[in-house]
Structure formats: structure tokens, C-alpha cells
């Protein structure tokens, strides 16, 4: 794992943009996997600039997101696709015809979980993953104890990321329980992974996935053994890492 560290929150935007707008001009017909949340916020916006100063363009560019909440529509405006919607899509110039999210209303959560990982075969595999870190270690919504194996599936919420996330709804009940997410060996298999960290909340759970060896309670160590990964934090992030 190659590890980047920069100053604020705004350098690491700043860096991750910078990446994923390389890896589109080497290959504009780009297989980019994206993640909600509030990290990656500051990397969308600059994304949205670079295309309005004409740098990029996402005409041909396909997106694959991680997860959706299981029960909202999506026009939900806690729905994850609702946000990149909101925060990305609307305003650059991708075809949504070429946006995928798993479904979060599907009554067939396996045969849907199927479909999803067929997609993104259809496709030759993901080029460019970019993914956040959950305070318990997730990602996606792969919590502890997820296998390393898992594909696409319905998984459950741990109680801290619903606590984590209620601050994007009304209060903690209001909090989907379930997500459409997908699986740890689907995210392995994309060619490069970009972790994006930042603020003092993550501090703890990077310094740990820094130590650890590969633990199926820290969902984050199963990048140990993918060959291309960069975890870019911002200071705060990287404040409890022994050096
Ligand atoms: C979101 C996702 C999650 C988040 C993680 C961090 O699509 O898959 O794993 O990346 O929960 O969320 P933030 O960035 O809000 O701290």
C-alpha cells in the first residue's frame, strides 16, 4: 500500500481530482468505481471544475457506485444515488446511461446482487476504485466479519455506522438498517484503489489499518493484498500513525 499524506482536506481533494482526471486522460472510456459520504466531497467538486475549465471530460466515462441504502427510492434525497446525482452527475457531462448503483428498492436482493457483479464483468472490471474508510473499518458497507470473499449482497449496518451516518437524517431511526453493497472481492478485483481519509475521527481506524495484517474484523486490511493501492489521508487522518 502506498501511502500519501498532505496537509488538509482540501490538498487531498486537490491530489485524488488530480488522479482520477489522469486516469481519465489515459483512458477516456475510464471504468471508475465512486463512493458516497462526506470524504470524497471535496474531490467531486474539483472533478466538476476540471470539466468546466474544459481539462475532462466523462462523455465516455463509466461510473460504478459501491452501495445503496436498502428501502430508498432514488429520488430519496438520503439516497446515495440522489447525492452523486446532486454532487457529481448533474454536472459534468456523463451519460447516465452509463452510471450504475446497485438498486436499493430491488424485492430480489441476490438476483440483483448478480446482476450488478454481471455489469461490472460486462465491462472488463473496474479500472479505478476510489473508496472512504467507515470509523469501524468498513468499506462499502462491508463491516467487520465480512468475508474477504463476499460478492455484491445485502448487508447489515453496524450499530456505530448508523450511528456515524445519522448525521444525514433526521435522527438515528430514520437510518436505513440495510444496504445493497459491494462485496470485498468485488472491490479487490478493480485494477487500482484510491482510500481516500480524512479528519481527526479517522485517525484511529488508519493507524490501525496501517499495523494491521490482513483481520476480517477491520474490512479495510483486506487491501493488503491487492497490488495497486494509495491511501491518501490528510494530516488529522494520519495523526496516530507511528512512524
Ligand atoms: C460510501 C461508502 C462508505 C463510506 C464510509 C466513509 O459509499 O461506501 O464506506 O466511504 O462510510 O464515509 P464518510 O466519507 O462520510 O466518512
Not at 24 to 50: C, D, F, H, Q
Not at 107 to 127: A, H, Q, R, T
Not at 200 to 206: D, P, Y
Not at 220 to 233: G, M, Q
Amino acid at each position: 500500500m502506498k501511502i500519501v499524506i498532505k496537509d488538509n482536506y482540501q490538498e487531498l481533494s486537490e491530489k485524488a481530482a488530480l488522479l482520477i482526471k489522469e486516469a481519465i486522460l489515459n483512458n477516456p472510456k475510464l471504468v471508475l468505481g465512486l463512493a458516497t459520504g462526506s470524504t470524497p466531497l471535496g474531490t467531486y467538486k474539483r472533478l466538476i471544475e476540471m470539466y468546466q475549465e474544459g481539462e475532462i471530460s466523462f462523455a465516455e466515462v463509466t461510473i460504478f457506485n459501491l452501495d445503496e441504502y436498502f428501502g430508498l427510492a432514488p429520488d430519496h434525497p438520503q439516497s446515495y444515488n440522489y447525492f452523486m446525482k446532486h454532487n457529481l452527475l448533474s454536472k459534468i457531462d456523463i451519460n447516465y446511461d452509463n452510471f450504475y448503483i446497485p438498486d436499493g428498492l430491488t424485492d430480489d436482493p441476490d438476483k440483483s446482487s448478480l446482476e450488478y457483479e454481471e455489469k461490472i464483468k460486462k465491462f472488463n472490471g473496474i479500472d479505478l476504485q476510489i473508496l472512504g474508510i467507515g470509523s469501524d473499518g468498513h468499506i462499502g458497507f462491508n463491516e467487520p466479519g465480512t468475508s474477504f470473499s463476499s460478492r455484491t449482497h445485502l448487508a447489515n449496518l453496524a450499530s456505530s455506522t448508523i450511528k456515524d451516518n445519522s448525521r444525514f437524517f433526521e435522527n438515528e431511526r430514520e437510518v436505513p438498517s440495510q444496504a445493497m453493497t459491494m462485496g470485498i472481492a468485488t472491490i479487490l478485483e478493480a485494477k487500482e484503489i484510491l482510500l481516500l481519509a480524512s479528519g481527526i475521527n479517522k485517525s484511529e481506524i488508519c493507524a490501525k489499518l496501517i499495523d494491521a495484517s490482513k483481520d476480517i474484523m477491520l474490512p479495510a486490511s483486506a487491501l493488503k493484498e491487492h497490488d495497486n493501492v494509495t491511501i491518501l489521508l490528510d494530516k488529522e487522518a494520519a495523526s496516530q500513525i507511528k512512524t
